[in-house]
Antibody, heavy 123, light 113 residues
Framework: EVQLVESGGGLVQPGRSLRLSCTGS????????MSWFRQAPGKGLEWVGF??????????EYAASVKGRFAISRDDSKSIAYLQMNSLKSEDTAVYYC??????????????WGRGTLVTVSS | DIVMTQSPDSLAVSLGERATINCKSS????????????IAWYQQKPGQPPKLLIY???TRESGVPDRFSGSGSGTDFTLTISSLQAEDVAVYYC?????????FGAGTKVEIK
């Protein structure tokens, strides 16, 4: 079955760090760009950042709200994408989703999503 | 940044009737060299992740019922559900992928009247 599974969420204090993982299965993980999104409670969708596949340079881009604090990486040998979150703030509280672009040819619409993992930043 | 403005915020439609959701981008998301429109539509049901319905403004994702259709050009786009079914109750989002940051509309909640 083609799927993405996020893990690593939980309760964390402001200023601390957390690393989320997104494990893919059922497809050739390394062929696809991966992205992270978040959704604060009761709110809409917000793009966090993405990482291109190695074929497209493996480079990353981020939303302004997380740039310099969050970092996305990937380990294609393990079919995992990571979201390293540092200097967390209360406003980072959200369900975090990873998603895969719909096609190997790189366009940024997303046909496969994980079920999400909740990150709560609170003292 | 490209701002995506959806309307209405919510709508209630009778079963079997048409639902129309609008999405306006603050600048063109049209690639004039090939006429591609960089708009996707997603459906999100409570407690679930988003599901891709439409991309390139009007291309239906595999497996999506043909009662869902997308249209539009330049800066104005529409998602239409031609005959609302009970399982279509959800929040619908448009997304532009013309440039980063990728941005979404605020969502339109569709309910049964």
């Amino acid at each position: 079955e083609v799927q993405l599974v996020e893990s690593g969420g939980g309760l964390v204090q402001p200023g601390r760090s957390l690393r989320l993982s997104c494990t893919g299965s059922g497809f050739t993980f390394g062929d696809y760009a991966m992205s992270w999104f978040r959704q604060a409670p009761g709110k809409g969708l917000e793009w966090v950042g993405f990482i291109r596949s190695k074929a497209y340079g493996g480079t990353t881009e981020y939303a302004a709200s997380v740039k310099g604090r969050f970092a996305i990486s990937r380990d294609d040998s393990k079919s995992i994408a990571y979201l390293q979150m540092n200097s967390l703030k209360s406003e980072d509280t959200a369900v975090y989703y990873c998603a895969r672009v719909a096609a190997v040819i790189l366009h940024w619409y997303f046909g496969l999503w994980g079920r999400g993992t909740l990150v709560t930043v609170s003292s | 940044d490209i701002v995506m403005t959806q309307s209405p915020d919510s709508l209630a439609v009778s079963l079997g009737e048409r639902a129309t959701i609008n999405c306006k981008s603050s600048q063109s998301v049209l690639n004039t060299s090939n006429n591609d429109k960089y708009i996707a539509w997603y459906q999100q049901k409570p407690g679930q992740p988003p599901k891709l319905l439409i991309y390139w403004a009007s291309t239906r994702e595999s497996g999506v019922p043909d009662r869902f259709s997308g249209s539009g050009s330049g800066t104005d786009f529409t998602l239409t559900i031609s005959s609302l079914q009970a399982e279509d109750v959800a929040v619908y989002y448009c997304q532009q992928y013309y440039s980063t940051p990728l941005t979404f509309g605020a969502g339109t909640k569709v309910e049964i009247k």
